[in-house]
């Protein structure tokens, strides 16, 4: 049984795999395209091995059957890896966004490929060795078979490994059951790792005199899987942004992501960790942007409409978004992000009543809004469907079974649609400019792949991965009285925009900068605003 299973995890569960490898390999090697079936089988002869004892064998086989017959469809329809960062992702995934990935194509590979052969091993009888040297010496021999058959392949195709390996690294990064290996990597370090000592940064932060005498007012936006590439903004020959288009965006064109997915980008954007130093634990160990702006004295709030703030709001005011609420807005799985302008506006008002029944002044305020943005594959969710603009659309979440266009068509809607929710928000702030000094600024966390090369969605490998995952659109919505109360150059900020290259590792820095927080954890390098003040 350990063998039967061995060679099915590397010949078919292991299939995206030896497709890639066949795929990289020189004409003529036909023979090293055919050995990874091989080379793998003998790894899991060896691995499995090591678990094949009673009341062990059948329970962990079971778990991986399941699991890996998820991960191959996965692999082979999206082109997902599961590496530490994707596990990270799923774990921190909620049920909505869960759901969203369950279709009749990913049920049928799952149940062809992990139900059937779990139900084919949870019956079959398995006997244990009549006696313990007999039992060790068949474990030692079959043992031995597996390494005889991986040092086989080692030796007539080492060359072949070495130079397919070197050139393709993220290569080891699809091995099924890998993600096995990587869940346990995750637990570990989220659950069982001692957290390291909390360090509060910006602790001496304190706001600068604005030119005017009102307090500020600015909305961070922050986008959902919003790729640089299909904004009108950032040159696509769609006007995906007609409803901003005329209210004076500011939009700058080159910009990376710190991660390919939100567990990993949202956490960094927010850090004053860049993308060549962050790792998750160092960034939950020390405040993050929105707590340096509190320690000035800021009232800091983040809603949450996407299932997840992955600790970034966690203290501060936060207030999740319940898909359940009584709202039309929303169907009990998910809300449009009309429903965070609603709250913005509530907000505000009750802001401004409170202040003009208790008689004192308004205080600074800084709000986060989280989207769900164009979270797919699910992506006609995400826009009511008098906001589509652009069709046919894929209105199904195996969208491999659509043609190009009409993934194009829905994602662009989506595109379009957090367009129309910008300027709602902004119309809101108007409604305050009287009061005061209001400015939005709008990032995404990441991108999205919509086909190109044979991968959809995100999640993959940053150092593989495609620019559609990793150029993210960044916008800056800053009236004339805001630049002005903030000595800063607007006509500055619009040529940097223009011409320079910045990444999430700016966020931190400008937001602050913009704010008018000054702090030591500043670095006026990463500062968009520090060469646009005026003095």
């Known amino acids: 049984m350990t063998c039967i299973i061995a060679v099915y995890f590397g010949l078919v569960l292991n299939f995206p795999l030896i497709r890639k490898i066949y795929q990289l390999s020189a004409d003529g090697h036909v023979l090293f395209s055919l050995s990874p079936a091989l080379l793998l089988s003998g790894c899991f002869m060896v691995i499995f091995s090591l678990f094949a004892f009673r009341f062990v064998f059948k329970p962990l086989m079971i778990l991986l059957l399941l699991t890996s017959s998820a991960a191959m469809y996965a692999m082979l329809k999206y082109n997902v890896m599961f590496d530490y960062g994707m596990i990270e992702n799923i774990f921190e995934t909620n049920s909505g966004e869960a759901i969203s990935y369950i279709s009749l194509s990913s049920i049928g590979y799952i149940f062809i490929f992990g139900v059937l052969p779990s139900v084919w091993l949870y019956r079959t009888k398995l006997t244990s060795s009549p006696s313990f040297t007999k039992a060790l010496f068949r474990r030692v021999g079959f043992v031995l078979v597996g390494l005889a058959i991986v040092g086989a392949m080692v030796l007539f195709f080492y060359k072949d490994y070495a130079s ?50 009102k307090p500020t007012l600015m909305v961070v936006v922050v986008g959902e899987t919003a790729r640089a590439q299909d904004m009108a903004y950032n040159g696509y020959q769609r006007n995906t942004n007609p409803y901003t288009e005329n209210l004076g965006m500011i939009a700058l064109q080159n910009v990376s992501s710190c991660g390919t997915a939100t567990a990993h980008s949202l956490p960094c954007m927010f850090s004053s960790l860049t993308h060549d130093n962050y790792n998750r634990e160092a960034a939950d160990a020390q405040n993050n942007v929105l707590d340096v702006i509190k320690a000035a004295g800021v009232d800091v709030t983040w809603f949450e409409n996407d299932g997840g703030d992955k600790d970034v ?99 662009d809607n989506t595109i379009a649609y957090t367009d129309f929710v910008l300027a709602k928000t902004i119309n809101v702030l108007k409604e305050y400019q009287d009061k005061y000094n209001v400015a939005l600024v709008y990032l995404s966390d990441h991108g999205e792949s919509l086909g190109e090369s044979g991968m959809y969605l995100h999640g993959t490998p940053y150092s593989i991965a495609p620019s559609q995952q990793t150029h993210v659109p960044w916008l800056m919505w800053l009236p004339q009285d805001f630049t002005e109360a903030k000595a800063v150059d607007r006509k500055c900020i619009v040529d940097h925009a223009m011409n320079g290259e910045y990444s ?10 913009l704010y008018g927080v000054s702090t030591s954890v500043r670095d006026p390098k990463l500062d968009i605003t520090t060469d646009c003040k005026i003095s």
């Open 504 to 513: 999430h590792d700016n966020l931190f820095h400008t937001l602050l900068g």
């Open 164 to 213: 397919v390996g070197r050139n393709n690294k993220y290569l080891n990064k699809m091995i099924i059951p890998a993600h096995i290996y990587n869940t346990v990597k995750y637990l570990n370090r989220r659950y069982f790792t001692e957290k390291l000592t909390f360090n509060p940064i910006g602790q001496d932060a304190q706001l600068t005199v604005n030119m005017n005498d």
């Open 313 to 411: 709001g966690s203290r501060i005011n936060k207030i999740d978004i319940s898909p359940s609420e009584p709202n039309p807005l929303c169907d009990g799985l998910s809300c449009y992000d009309e429903i965070l302008v609603e709250k913005l506006s509530q907000k505000l008002q009750q802001v401004s009543e409170a202040s003009a029944l208790s008689g004192k002044s308004l205080e600074n305020e800084f709000i986060a809004l989280h989207t769900i943005g164009s979270h797919g594959p699910t992506y006609w969710q995400r826009y009511p469907a008098d906001k589509a603009l652009f069709g046919p659309a894929c209105r199904r979440s195996d969208i491999e079974n659509c043609s190009d266009q009409e993934i194009v068509n829905v994602y």
